[in-house]
């Protein structure tokens, strides 16, 4: 198994990630925790051993399950990353309330990476006012957490903002050969480890889009490659190459998948990307490109919606349907991570964003087409 030096922290880190946040799941739609504590001790007997969690994957689920497969000696052999929910956070008592409820559910004395989850311009507001750094400082010295760090969705702006306010030990970043404008995105990775800081990589595959059905005019660059790669090797040797980068999660959901890349973090040359190779996934990512339908900015002229409609997100979920193949992932994500509100169903089509939108898009049509795709 590859492994880096984490930065700050100074321990081993294997390069490759355990996610807990798509375990294998039953019929019924429940996880399948007998299969998730296999998976999760196969993966540290193979040499991985930063495994990740969140108060909030799988319902809660997931740490019960990291706690159950951490007896028999493998909690030693880890460093264990979780996450405070900041957006539930009311008040300052919720940070230790929530920490001490996540020790009891991980059935351990310490979490060694805690982070502030998902910040964004609300929540980083929050984390400000309830006094959530020193919070975590007071957890610190009690050796209930050990290293203090967050993971990010919003502006490259912000992000810079955060890393500024605060002498964190690591953060956690989107990254991938399509996100390297997107959020922090590849500024982002530069300047967190120009502050010396160790940064975890999340969403490697984009939630599988890189991988699950990939277009022919994708596949043709990939098979004219001189080395048969598949997709995925390609998205991971990407972001491998890059010294900067000190974890790359992945949230694996089968066995199967586990071993592919358990034997692709094994591969010695997976950090090494030629020019002609980079320039090859420029080439694939040029055509993704080219299938975006909707040529939002994001630069938010049409906002705020006086129906609450989260319309840039929205236009990016569904260029993103039309880009990645119809990716089912879209579809749960679209239903989960959004309030109602937001949702291209509470568009009344009152007109207010066309008048707005300097690029012209027909955004009342585009929510009627979200609604179509997606159900609601
Ligand atoms: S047309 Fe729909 S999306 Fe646009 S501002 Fe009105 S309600 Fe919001
Ligand atoms: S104004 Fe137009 S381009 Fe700008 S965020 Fe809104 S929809 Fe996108």
Redesign the pocket.
Known sequence: MLNRTFPKINERTSLLGLGGMRFPTLENGEVDEAEAIRMIRHAVDSGINYLDTAYTYHGGKSERIFGKAFKDGYREKILLADKLPIWLVKEEADVRRFAEEQLERLETDCIDLYLVHAVNEADWKTTRECNVLPIMEELRAEGKIRYIGFSFHDKYELFEEVIDYYPWDFCQIQLNYMDTKFQAGLAGLEYAASKGIGVVIMEPLKGGRLTDAVPDQVQKIWNEAPVNRPPVEWAFKWLAARPEVTTILSGMSSMEQLDQNIRLFSKEDLPDLTSGELARIERVAEVYRGLIKYGCTECRY?MP???G?A?PRLIRFINDWNAYEKNPSLKEEYLTWMDDTELAS?????????EHCPQKLP??DI?GEIVEAFGR
Do not use: A
């Open positions: 049409c919606c006086p129906s409609v319309i509470s568009c009344v089509r009152c007109g207010h964003c066309e955004i009342m929510m």
